[in-house]
């Protein structure tokens, strides 16, 4: 046994530094491998990961990897095996199932006789409807209100219809965090993304750098009107908002004409072809002015003070070279939404907040496929600089809109009911294993750029963008943003 070499990736695993310990235990002579591939969010490589015993950590990876893929038989076998041997441990399963097979973590709950929980409340309205749960909880419902943040999300969503109390509710929430309340513009109109608002606190008398605030667009006639308002109103006063049309087929491109005009910190640039919200940021971020560049997604709205609390953190440590923060995603019925079901608060893939210089010199970009290349990004960036000069804002700053035919909804691009998407898994196991192989040649993981646009791993056909249109981007960029 190579003691070093133990010792180390023990204390990677320990930091959960799970790609570094995968990259130097080249042969997985030290690490459980369904374990380590799990948390990594590889299930299929769990899955089929060999194992030299059936031990509690490779038990429960096996069986929440089977849920994710939707081979419910498998989970079912594997939790006959853990009621045998760790009937102690039962709890841990419940939230991660919850996700792709909530009637299973429904029956764990009552095996363990646990109605007191938040997910039970949570998948009690999933399964049985919240007319019923309101029936026969109500009351206690009513009474945890005041517990957690959670019981408050789902007392909003089982026992609130009327729209003004549930942004009170929500308001109860954002004041635990520091945040000014959000009001409806609309009072008669429903609690939704499009409706919000809330009145900034423009900071004054100081020096600011310009941040660069990232917006693609497709097909979002009737949302990025709130979504740039919302940028508008931020309390931080120095900034700039790219929007970029993804060839859209409404009338969106109208909407950011109006938006360009009426507000002077409006650009805009009208891609020629449909090459998804990646590639549009990465045109985005050639003309970006800014010192520091964000990203918001045009069917989302942000609290007016996201950019002023992300930035502090990078303007008062200069080693940090990123921040991100949390969301919570609200339907246009005015309930709150997490496939997860717990927690409501999530951390927000898409609200990395970084010094433009440092990112574009030492690891490129967004990976210019179509869709779900946001995650790759912050892991690399995580890779490159390391955990700790990427700080974590944890207030929930944005409010994400959760509708049909989004990429992450859609049927065609997003996960299903009862499973995650094939397509989305391959290509996240896919630069995953790019990272370890970069890693284990002592490589920086890079991206490539839009101009010398290059293949580093295997892609799903579907996610790729073809040549033609990338030839057009690149075309288009060096004719000055025209054809």
């Not at 089982?158 to 609309?186: A, G, M, V």
Request: aromatic share 12%; glycine share 2%; hydrophobic share 40%.
């Amino acid at each position: 046994m190579d003691f070093i070499r133990y010792f180390k990736i023990k204390k990677l695993l320990r930091q959960s530094r799970f790609i570094e310990a995968c990259a130097i235990d080249q042969y997985s002579q030290y690490i459980n491998l369904s374990w380590v591939y799990y948390r990594l969010g590889m299930y299929k490589a769990s899955l089929d990961a060999p194992y030299h015993t059936l031990d509690f950590y490779t038990l429960f990876s096996k069986t929440i990897s089977a849920s994710y893929l939707g081979k419910r038989e498998a989970v079912l076998k594997y939790i006959l095996l853990l009621k045998k041997k760790y009937p102690n441990k039962l709890s841990n399963l419940v939230l991660p199932l919850a996700t792709y097979y909530p009637e299973c973590a429904m029956e764990l709950l009552l095996f363990i006789q646990d109605k007191k929980s938040p997910i039970f409340f949570a998948l009690h309205a999933h399964i049985y409807g919240k007319k019923l749960t309101l029936e026969k909880y109500g009351i206690t419902l009513r009474q945890k209100n005041v517990d957690n943040e959670n019981f408050t999300f789902l007392f909003s969503n089982i026992t609130i219809s009327e729209h003004s109390q549930k942004i009170d509710q929500f308001n109860k929430i954002l004041s635990n965090y520091n945040l000014r309340n959000i009001f409806l513009k609309t009072s008669s109109s429903t609690f939704k993304v499009s409706n919000l608002q809330s009145e900034n606190q423009l900071i004054e008398g100081e020096e600011f750098p310009l941040v660069s605030i990232l917006v693609p667009a497709f097909n979002v006639e009737g949302r990025i009107q709130s979504c740039v308002d919302s940028l508008i109103n931020q309390d931080y006063p120095n900034i700039e908002i790219i929007i970029v049309d993804d060839a859209s087929t409404d009338s969106t491109v109208q909407v950011i004409q109006q938006l360009s005009e009426k507000y002077t910190q409006v650009k805009a640039i009208y891609l020629p072809v449909n090459v998804g919200p990646f590639v549009a940021k990465n045109v985005a971020i050639t003309i970006a002015n800014g010192e520091f560049v964000t990203t918001q997604d045009a069917d989302d709205w942000a609290h007016p003070q996201r950019i002023i609390n992300q930035i502090q953190p990078l303007l008062y440590h200069p080693d940090l070279v990123a921040t991100t923060c949390n969301w919570v995603r609200l339907d246009d019925s005015g309930d709150f939404y997490a496939k997860q079901f717990i927690p409501f608060i999530r951390f927000n893939p898409s609200s990395p907040l970084f010094r433009k210089s440092k990112i574009l010199e030492q690891t490129g970009c967004w990976h210019s496929v179509r869709m779900a290349a946001d995650t790759e990004f912050i892991e690399r960036l995580k890779l490159v600089f390391g955990k700790d000069k990427i700080f974590a804002v944890k207030q929930p700053l944005v409010v994400g809109a959760h509708r049909t035919n989004s990429l992450m909804t859609s049927e065609i691009t997003g996960n299903f009911e009862n499973k995650i998407s094939n397509t989305r898994l391959d290509y996240w196991e896919a630069w995953r294993f790019w990272h370890i192989q970069q890693l284990r040649l002592s490589l920086i993981p890079r991206m490539s750029d839009l101009l010398n646009d290059s293949e580093l791993f295997d892609v799903p056909v579907s996610m790729k963008n073809s040549i033609e249109n990338m030839e057009v981007i690149q075309k288009f960029i060096k004719n000055g943003y025209s054809l």
